[in-house]
């Protein structure tokens, strides 16, 4: 019987090296072989070359080639002693061309001629921001509204501010300024930036946490990494790892920009709130029995933290200093890891298809990369080097993702060739990790990361940096630097300054320095346990019993209540409130807490006809409560006002009976949005989501705000500001039906 054969031709022509020979077999095993030329390499080491008479000899389904056909000689050219890696670099280098397009700017993959704020931003911070400065900064205007808003992408329930990850074009035009020195660019993102930040710290931040509200940063599919229960009013209300970390670096490159252009009172203001930021991600989101962030905050009246990894948040907060030195080593050995490398979080959801879910992200694995390497983790380096090559080996394309489980790019839910945060984490590992690459406002620095396994000699030639052209020579391995010089003369640091022009010949010497071997916490991949479903009849609080489950923890008010062996408990009338349950197993996975069953007493909850208090509309909608509802547009009931009494001092939820039928809950960006008023005072945002195509009679309830009440009268009310514009711009429209208040003590 013959041998399946998967062939690759990657590239020919270059002396073949058998460094690769220490990354561990298993990150090939989906392949018996890969194809160079007419070169094996088997379980990630150089076999024998095969004559053409033992390649006809193999059995070939599907002979896939690919050589370099684009002019990539605008971009730095790279060689090295590896054969695979110069390859995959080339293959990037050609597929960053691919993806330019015909206005100058840059498109998110092959399949797709656009762009969204998230791709190029987190593309920028890679490799694109010194690549090809030019397109990205079209690229980021592009994603810049008339108003002179970042624009969040068209998404969860209307857009912003379900989700609200938009704040990565600031950390993209930083980027780009430290790469160029072009202070006009500075001037010209300055405002845009600083006007959308003032608008998110008006309607995003929640005031008892201090953390910024919105779906997690870049996973943006809702039923891949929420529980179901959870409607778009829910995942607005949610406080997430990655997009707080993404808001805190918005917030210090404020105070950067303002510093830069010589406003010191406005850079300190970013500054204070960066770090108010910065402690309350590290308060409310480090879970210290795991020695990770936590995935989010989620609940309604009352929060729980998600105890699942998010590796892109958790990467992050490594490279953004919001960890500290011990912290930053905890993460690089605790974050779970599996065979085919660092999955979006961990464990994942059952019965949901392969796509943030179980699912590794190349652009994702080179964010842990270069955390790793800041934490100095060289096996956590080495894994997602391996993970990131194989892919584009295997598919000879820069993948958008891969299954967790599988290794495969075949059976997720979507995929694409040339994506572009793919292309630029490929990138990434040479000039950023390799050769470390890092820029300031003045000057261009080294901080090389050669794996031991990877050591010898690679150059870079025709990288540009401001008006300088280099070559840059790399030699050895270790992170340590013995020796740097330019154009033969020795430096007194591994940096050049930002005025330097002309052509200059930098080389390096490694000190060959040996990391201290650190470990990675490879994990089997996991399925966590499914997510109970509250009832209550007779007195007694039940669900179906969850496969796999050893034992039930209860919660009441978002702590822990009662752990139990069965599925089921009396309820004590003393002890109203909203209960909740989540399912354990031994090995400490752990499903979703179910949607809140709230059991109050009578008398705590009070409802509001709105259409008492406001014109009454005559939309065709159906399923209202009492006679009717009040429609809220621009320009049409701009402001609501209702008259309430409130009986008792204490915290009260505020919240809404609404309709959007602006678009799906998936996508758009007619999010509809008030200001909450009490007494005429601003107390929050109320948040309306788009709930379903052209479907003005699905009604549901608004994000909640608390407040607290005394006794007497007062008044609730709706108000559209101009911080309140959606990403639309123009339609901001919302069926009202009721308010209701609950007393919550």
Avoid at 693 to 719: A, C, F, K, Y
Wanted: charge should be negative; glycine fraction near 8%.
């Amino acid at each position: 019987m013959k041998k399946r054969l998967f062939p690759y031709l990657l590239l020919i022509g270059f002396t073949v090296s058998t460094a690769f020979g220490q990354i561990p077999s298993r990150i090939f095993e989906t392949y018996e072989y890969v194809w160079l030329g007419d070169t094996i390499l088997q379980d990630g080491r150089m076999a024998r070359a095969l004559s053409a008479t033992e390649l006809e000899s193999y059995y070939l389904p599907e002979v896939r080639r690919w050589t370099l056909t684009e002019e990539t000689s605008a971009f730095p050219q790279y060689t090295s002693e590896s054969l695979l890696e110069t390859a995959l670099y080339n293959l990037a280098l050609e597929e960053l061309t691919q993806l330019q397009q015909t206005d100058g700017t840059l498109r998110m993959e092959k399949s797709r001629n656009e762009i969204k704020t998230r791709d190029i931003g987190y593309s920028t911070l890679l490799a694109l921001a010194y690549l090809q400065p030019e397109a990205v900064k079209k690229s980021l205007l592009q994603r810049v509204n008339d108003r002179g808003r970042i624009m969040q992408d068209i998404g969860t329930g209307g857009s912003w501010p379900v989700s609200t990850d938009r704040m990565i074009w600031a950390a993209a035009a930083w980027e780009v300024y430290v790469a160029t020195g072009d202070k006009e660019w500075l001037r010209k993102v300055y405002p845009i930036l600083r006007d959308s930040a003032e608008d998110d710290l008006q309607t995003l931040y929640d005031p008892e946490t201090g953390l910024v509200r919105g779906e997690s940063s870049f996973l943006d599919w809702r039923e891949q990494e929420y529980p179901l229960w959870m409607q778009c009013a829910d995942i607005h209300s949610s406080q997430c790892l990655g997009t707080n970390a993404v808001h805190y670096r918005a917030l210090e490159v404020l105070a950067e920009m303002a510093q830069q252009l010589g406003d010191t009172k406005e850079a300190e203001r970013y500054r204070t709130s960066a770090s108010r930021l910065s402690r309350a991600i590290n308060q409310w989101l480090w879970l210290p029995e795991r020695n990770y962030y936590g995935q989010f905050l989620y609940g309604r009246n009352y929060r729980m933290l998600s105890p699942r990894s998010e590796t892109l948040g958790e990467a992050l907060c490594i490279l953004f200093d919001i960890a500290d030195n011990e912290k930053k080593d905890l993460l690089s050995e605790y974050v779970p890891t599996t065979p085919f490398g660092t999955p979006c979080f961990f464990p994942y959801l059952r019965q949901i298809p392969p796509y943030h879910n179980n699912a590794v992200w190349p652009f994702v694995e080179a964010y842990w990369m270069l955390a790793s390497a800041k934490a100095k983790n060289e096996a956590g380096v080495m894994h997602s080097i391996a993970s990131i090559y194989r892919g584009a080996a295997m598919a000879l394309t820069n993948k958008e993702n891969f299954v967790a489980t599988s290794g495969d790019f075949a059976g997720t839910q979507m995929n694409s060739d040339q994506s572009l945060g793919s292309v630029a984490g490929n990138l990434a590992i040479v000039h950023r990790l390799l050769f470390g690459i890092r820029f300031t406002p003045n000057e261009l620095q080294f901080e090389p990361f050669v794996p031991e396994a990877l050591k010898g000699k690679r150059t870079l030639t025709n990288f540009r940096y401001r008006n300088a052209l280099l070559t840059i020579e790399l030699n050895g391995h270790g992170t340590r630097i013995k020796n740097i010089t330019l154009d033969g003369g020795k430096l007194k640091k591994a940096s050049i300054p930002g005025h330097l022009s002309g052509h200059h010949r930098i080389v390096i010497e490694l000190a060959d320095n040996r990391l201290p071997i650190r470990p990675i916490n490879m994990v089997e991949n996991a399925f966590s346990l499914e997510t109970p479903e509250l009832t209550f009849a007779n007195g007694t609080i039940s669900w179906k019993e969850i496969p796999g489950a050893h034992f039930y923890t209860i919660y009441r008010n978002g702590t822990p209540y009662e752990t139990l062996l069965s599925n089921f408990i009396g309820f004590i009338p003393e002890q109203t409130g909203d209960y909740q349950v989540v399912a354990d197993n031994m090995e400490g996975l752990q499903s979703f807490a179910s949607s809140p069953l709230s059991l109050l007493p009578e008398g705590v909850l009070q409802s509001y006809e709105v259409e008492k208090f406001a014109p009454q509309s005559s939309f065709a909608a159906r399923n209202f409560q009492g006679e009717g509802f009040v429609e809220t547009d621009q320009g049409l009931n701009e402001t609501i006002t209702i008259p309430i009494e409130i009986e008792k001092r204490g915290k009260y939820a505020i919240s809404w009976v609404y309709a959007n039928g602006n678009g799906p809950v998936t996508s758009g960006d007619r999010c509809a949005i008030r200001t909450l008023t009490v007494d005429g005072s601003p107390a929050g945002t109320s948040v309306f989501p788009q709930r379903g195509e052209n479907d003005w009679s699905r009604w549901g309830l608004s994000n909640i705000v608390q407040v607290t009440l005394t006794p007497g009268p007062h008044t609730i009310g709706l108000q559209l500001l101009p911080c309140n514009q959606n990403m639309n711009g123009t339609t901001n429209r919302a069926l009202i039906d009721q308010l209701r208040i609950t007393r919550l003590d």
